[in-house]
């Protein structure tokens, strides 16, 4: 049997942990998640009756094997499709119909989470949320083949014959950073993990009780010139939105979402609400019934990572995986990376 401590519970974990529990060999996985939910950064909220995407919008059925888990190896009970396309707008607001027939957008009546739900609750792994890993020790406990992990409560979690680092780029630097690790491989990993570039983004979730009519699912900033980047209704998710109501996703650009983000909610709920209402025409959406918000520092890697370091730290153990491994700020590929670094991990 081989022992394997994860950290975080993103879809990416979620893929290998389902992978470490089909594997030939028997898989002990024990995952450590810092926050109350699975899934990570594509996150679901739900709110009265609306059920709603503030991270992640949707998977994409870019790749093969995502196709594949989710539409053959996980139920498809409550998996979704979007059938209304994404259309663009210009640093002038106007509005250009655009063209992703061929792209399957998906997600779940209950919302992204399912993804990673669905996955860890076919394996036996043992997930400890609310748990935050601060320390990746190597040795410890007398065996230095070994790793242990010590959260922020100083509880110690092992001894794991591997760990899985799974949170963002920075977050995995400085776990790798602060680690119990006598290895030259550590200061390299924790460099290569820094230098991956991250934009920042500014989510602010408006509702409304009245239906917007229009022929789009969501509008895109093709030039990335506007201050609003993302613009999109939650109502054409089959399952998100009661009947004659309408709930608005708007993400900010980066440059905008990096300057404010230390600005007062109220302030930037009421500029997204104000461009929001300029950019669909339509004086109303200045007034929402209610908002949310959440701002993501580490939204989404704007490069890759430099992959000797990552290699040297998996010939010792020590895995990273997610979306900056992946090289692509998407879902599809944050699960993709977590198949193959599961697979990695058994060598099958
Ligand atoms: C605003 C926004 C919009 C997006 N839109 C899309 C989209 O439309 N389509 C798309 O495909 N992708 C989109 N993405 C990207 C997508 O969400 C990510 O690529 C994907 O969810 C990354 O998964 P992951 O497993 O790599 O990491 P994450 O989801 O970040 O998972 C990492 C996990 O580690 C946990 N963690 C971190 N530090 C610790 C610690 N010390 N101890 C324990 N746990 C820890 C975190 O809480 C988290 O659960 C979007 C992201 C954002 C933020």
């Known amino acids: 049997m081989?022992?394997?401590?994860?950290?975080?519970?993103?879809?990416?974990?979620?893929?290998?942990?389902?992978?470490?529990?089909?594997a030939s060999i028997e898989v002990d996985s024990t995952v450590l998640e810092k926050s109350r939910g699975l899934c990570?950064?594509?996150?679901?909220?739900?709110?009265?009756?609306?059920?709603?995407?503030?991270?992640?919008?949707?998977?994409?059925?870019?790749?093969?094997?995502?196709?594949?888990?989710?539409t053959d190896t996980l139920e498809t009970e409550g998996l979704v499709e979007i059938s209304d396309p994404v259309w663009t707008f210009d640093a002038d607001g106007t509005v250009t119909e655009g063209d992703d027939r061929d792209d399957h957008k998906w997600t779940y009546r209950q919302g992204l989470t399912?993804?990673?739900?669905?996955?860890?609750?076919?394996?036996?792994?043992?997930?400890?949320?609310?748990?935050?890993?601060?320390?990746?020790?190597r040795g410890g406990g007398g065996d230095d083949e070994?790793?242990?992990?010590?959260?922020?409560?100083?509880?110690?979690?092992?001894?794991?014959?591997?760990?899985?680092?799974?949170?963002?780029?920075?977050?995995?630097?400085?776990?790798?950073?602060?680690?119990?690790?006598?290895?030259?491989?550590?200061?390299?990993?924790?460099?290569?993990?820094?230098?991956?570039?991250?934009?920042?983004?500014?989510?602010?979730?408006?509702?409304?009780?009245?239906?917007?009519?229009?022929?789009?699912?969501?509008?895109v900033n093709a030039d990335k010139d506007h201050d609003v980047g993302w613009v999109s209704r939650e109502e054409c998710k089959p399952g998100h939105v009661p009947d004659g109501e309408s709930l608005l996703i708007v993400q900010a650009s980066p440059e905008w979402s990096a300057d404010r983000?230390?600005?007062?909610?109220?302030?930037?709920?009421?500029?997204?609400?104000?461009?929001?209402?300029?950019?669909?025409g339509d004086d109303r959406l200045r007034e929402p019934d209610w908002t949310d918000h959440q701002g993501w520092r580490y939204a989404l890697p704007d490069d890759g990572v430099a992959t000797e370091p990552l290699d040297r730290a998996e010939r010792?153990?020590?895995?990273?995986?997610?979306?900056?491994?992946?090289?692509e700020g998407r879902l599809h590929a944050a699960l993709c990376n977590g198949l193959e670094v599961g697979a990695r991990v058994t060598g099958e």
């Not at 010792?316 to 090289?327: I, K, M, P």
């Open 261 to 280: 983000y230390d600005e007062p909610p109220a302030a930037n709920l009421e500029r997204l609400a104000d461009m929001t209402a300029r950019l669909l």
């Open 114 to 137: 399912q993804v990673a739900k669905r996955l860890f609750a076919r394996t036996d792994a043992t997930v400890h949320r609310e748990t935050r890993a601060e320390t990746v020790i």
């Open 146 to 219: 070994t790793w242990q992990l010590e959260d922020a409560d100083g509880k110690r979690w092992g001894p794991f014959d591997a760990v899985l680092l799974n949170p963002p780029a920075p977050q995995t630097a400085e776990l790798v950073r602060s680690a119990d690790w006598e290895s030259p491989v550590r200061e390299p990993l924790a460099d290569a993990a820094e230098a991956v570039p991250y934009r920042t983004i500014w989510t602010g979730v408006f509702h409304y009780p009245f239906e917007l009519e229009r022929p789009y699912y969501a509008l």
């Open 316 to 327: 010792e153990g020590l895995y990273c995986l997610g979306d900056w491994v992946a090289g």
């Open 2 to 22: 081989i022992r394997i401590g994860i950290v975080g519970a993103g879809a990416a974990a979620a893929a290998a942990a389902h992978t470490l529990a089909n």
């Open 40 to 70: 990570g950064r594509a996150a679901t909220r739900r709110r009265e009756d609306a059920i709603y995407e503030y991270g992640a919008n949707y998977l994409k059925s870019d790749d093969e094997r995502v196709v594949e888990l989710v």
